[in-house]
């Protein structure tokens, strides 16, 4: 878990996501492994940018709820995330750029105007073009436009 | 719900601390030490603390003490007694160092780490000071909290169900509001509104004026002029004020107040809760904005709303109350003591940070908005500059480019952009790209600002950095990407990032702009070898007391038992007691230790002499006096 955890702090999150693969095999029931899955699945489809012609993320998969999710659902699975991801909470690096990401998709689908904006444009993008291969180069976080 | 592993202690509502030569940060009797010693007597410090001189002009006008500023405009206040000027920071200090020793003596157990709140309209200059102080005090401060947010973990903790709630507090002097949403154990802040310049002392000072200007008409002296009259009044304007929280009207009874060639001079007045009410209408309405405000932020309704929480001790003010209920149109929650809980819910919070309580997580936002200084008037510099937005395309259109001055310092028409607007929740990081203003620039200085002021210098600012070697090119064409970060922490950072060159320049705002690092270093320091000399006097004191009544003691059992011992033992502890006199007057701590350990020797000699003699007399003797 050490070694997915380094791997996530050098941007790989396919091989952390392998080395976590592992773990889970290996130690089913070890302490922080269900922050760190989160961890990298938050990762991976944040950077998977498929709205907007590559500019944007998927901002449901971030958070992880269906597009059609209604507003209760959607909260109950933010505040699920936060509890995992909150830095105050998960001490395993990179816990906080997840959780960036995580509040800042929520800040976007929790605002009923910029949800609706948001989903007029995934509409759009997901209609015009197949989304890339899922293995595509991930970017770090950092340099994405929100 | 205290957590030894976390070393809790809040610092909430801290108002008064004494510093005078003699005795530093006695709390009980501050506020006696006040009417005898204004000038050397702090209160509400707090008011002071991360400020400059140009933001508490009205504040300072309102204490007993006098407060001064340095060569950088920060204030100081300044201590007559000891020829000193204080930094808001060492007083505070010292009312923690003192908190801190009570906490460690209650628990027996050293208190290293504390949790820190503070009011949440607190700008990130006064919240870095509060942390200096903690420094200053010897703390490792886990997080600074804002105390509106302290007090729904309070509230909150043991509850279950999923509220909204809104909290109101009103302290000693300042004002938060605080709308939170609490489910699944997140404690969730949607916005936060306040007012940093109204609390108690505020309602105190309009008796006082009243107080003192009913004076002016009948007897024709100012007494704000005197400041020992002005502490006594203000004295008896709380203790009124406290008292028409319960009772409908109160006598204010204030002899000797002062004293003319005919005579002294009396106070004795009644003061009726509807005159108090009328007194302090205009605070009272000053309530309601931030209210309005902060459900307006949160996007809700007040039926939205279902629970109201009334924190700090000016909210047991009967108008205050009434304000509330009539605003929100809800019956305020008493179940709570407005004075403790937040110092409830920040050790809650330590609980959290310690790992020790699981299942909650608070997630907080930032009061105020965060931005740099862009130029002014946009519109007309962008007919001027064309370029400047020409060769944006696409999605960058979309997002705000703005234009930057190269200008060392703030421009009165600059204005501020904000980056991280309020009420985000922490941590975050959010970019803006920018551009230049001119052609050819090739340096652009960033300022740091905190607040909600359209024009940039009405802002505080909180540093700034340079980025120059952006390869000249006509204005509007570099583009430079800007990114504010907080982390959990509440470290701000900023960098600036030239496209075309990958330039970087950063900047991490660690102190506040009243200290600087050097001086806060300094300060912990000599708050330790003052802890030291505290310590040496307390023990002084100490054995002293302890060799007086053992003085007493010994002569005491002279007198009664005397006689039934040797006449050679009882002149060698009359010398001992001699000797140990002798040092208690003149002598060193050791010294005096020393002479009460050779009485204690002589005297178990006699006692023992005596007990052999006749049991039944030395039965009279008793235990030992001394322990």
Same mark, same amino acid.
């Given at each position: 878990m050490d070694i997915a955890e380094k791997k996530l702090s050098e941007n790989d999150y396919v091989g952390a996501k392998k080395f976590l693969t592992k773990t889970q095999n290996l130690?089913?029931?070890?302490?922080?492994l269900s922050q760190v899955s989160m961890m990298i699945h938050v990762y991976i489809t944040a950077a998977n940018k498929i709205i907007n012609g590559g500019k944007e993320s998927d901002l449901y998969g971030v958070i992880g709820v269906d597009p059609l999710a209604d507003d209760e659902a959607l909260k109950k699975q933010y505040k699920k995330l936060a509890l995992l991801l909150h830095p105050d909470k998960n001490k395993f690096r990179g816990a906080e750029g997840a959780f960036k990401l995580v509040s800042n998709a929520w800040s976007v689908l929790s605002n009923k105007t910029k949800r609706s904006a948001y989903d007029q444009m995934r509409k759009l993008s997901t209609g015009m073009q197949k989304p890339p291969a899922p293995s595509q180069p991930n970017k770090p976080p950092g340099s994405s436009k929100w | 719900m205290a957590s030894s592993a976390a070393q809790i202690h809040a610092l909430g509502g801290i108002g008064i601390a004494t510093y005078s030569s003699s005795s530093k940060s006695n709390l009980n009797s501050a506020k006696r030490q006040a009417v005898v010693n204004p000038e050397n007597t702090f209160s509400s410090v707090k008011r002071f603390i991360g400020s400059r001189m140009d933001e508490v002009a009205e504040e300072s006008k309102q204490v007993s003490y006098r407060v001064v500023k340095d060569e950088n405009e920060n204030v100081k206040l300044d201590c007559p007694a000891i020829g000193k000027q204080f930094a808001a920071e060492e007083i505070s200090a010292q009312v923690l160092r003192k908190l801190v020793d009570d906490a460690s003596s209650f628990l027996d157990e050293k208190v290293t780490r504390a949790v820190i709140t503070v009011p949440a309209y607190f700008n990130d200059s006064q919240r870095r000071a509060t942390k200096d102080a903690g420094r200053i005090a010897g703390l490792d401060v886990l997080r600074i909290i804002n105390e509106p947010t302290a007090a729904s973990l309070a509230y909150g903790f043991e509850r279950k169900s999923n509220e909204t709630i809104l909290v109101f507090d009103l302290g000693g002097g300042t004002f938060d509001v605080s709308v939170l949403e609490v489910s699944e154990g997140v404690f969730q802040v949607l916005s936060t509104c306040g007012d940093t310049h109204l609390g108690g002392d505020d309602f105190d000072k309009r008796v006082v004026d009243w107080l003192a200007s009913n004076f002016k008409k009948d007897e024709g002296i100012d007494l704000l002029k005197d400041k020992q009259a002005l502490q006594r009044l203000t004295e008896a304007a709380e203790k009124a004020k406290i008292e028409l929280s319960s009772l409908t009207q109160t006598n204010i009874s204030l002899p000797f107040i002062t004293a003319t060639a005919d005579g002294p001079k009396h106070i004795e007045t009644t003061l009726t809760r509807t005159k108090f009410r009328e007194l302090c209408s205009d605070l009272l309405d000053r309530c309601k904005t931030p209210v309005e405000n902060s459900l307006r932020d949160a996007r809700l309704k007040f039926k939205d709303i279902d629970e109201v929480i009334l924190v700090g001790g000016s909210t047991r003010i009967p108008a205050v109350q009434e304000v509330v209920r009539k605003l929100t149109g809800k019956e305020p929650n008493v179940t709570v003591n407005p004075d403790e809980v937040v110092a409830l819910g920040a050790a809650v919070q330590a609980g959290v940070l310690a790992g020790d309580v699981s299942h909650i997580v608070l997630l907080d936002v930032t009061p105020l908005s965060l931005g740099t200084n862009t130029v002014g008037d946009v519109r007309k510099r962008c007919r001027e500059c064309t370029t400047s937005t020409r060769n944006l395309r696409g999605s960058e259109r979309a997002e705000v480019l703005q234009v930057q001055r190269r200008n060392e310092t703030l421009r009165t028409d600059s204005v501020m952009s904000k980056i991280i607007p309020r009420n985000t929740t922490l941590p975050t990081s959010k970019s803006k790209v920018f551009t230049t203003v001119d052609d050819g620039q090739t340096r652009v200085r960033f300022h740091v600002l905190q607040g909600e002021r359209e024009f940039a210098r009405d802002n505080k600012c909180l540093g700034s950095f340079l980025l120059d070697g952006? $390869? $000249?090119? $006509?204005?509007?064409v570099p583009k430079i990407d800007v990114k504010f970060d907080i982390d959990a922490n509440g470290i701000l950072s900023a960098t600036a990032t030239d496209r075309a060159t990958g330039n970087k320049q950063e900047i991490t705002i660690t102190g506040s702009t009243t200290l600087s690092k050097d001086e806060v270093e300094k300060m912990v320091k000599e708050a330790e070898r003052f802890a030291k000399d505290d310590k040496q006097k307390r023990e002084a004191i100490d054995t002293k007391n302890q060799a007086d009544s053992v003085v007493y003691q010994t002569e005491k059992q002279l007198k009664e038992f005397g006689e039934k011992i040797p006449g050679e033992v009882k002149e060698k502890i009359e010398s001992k007691l001699q000797e140990l006199e002798d040092k208690i007057g003149s002598g060193s701590t050791q010294e005096i230790k020393d002479s009460m350990a050779a009485l204690n020797q002589v005297m178990q000699i006699g006692q023992s002499m005596c007990n052999q003699a006749g049991p039944e007399a030395g039965a009279g003797a008793g235990p030992s006096p001394w322990r």
């Open positions: 130690y089913p029931h070890l302490d922080g | 952006i $390869p $000249p090119a $006509p204005r509007g």
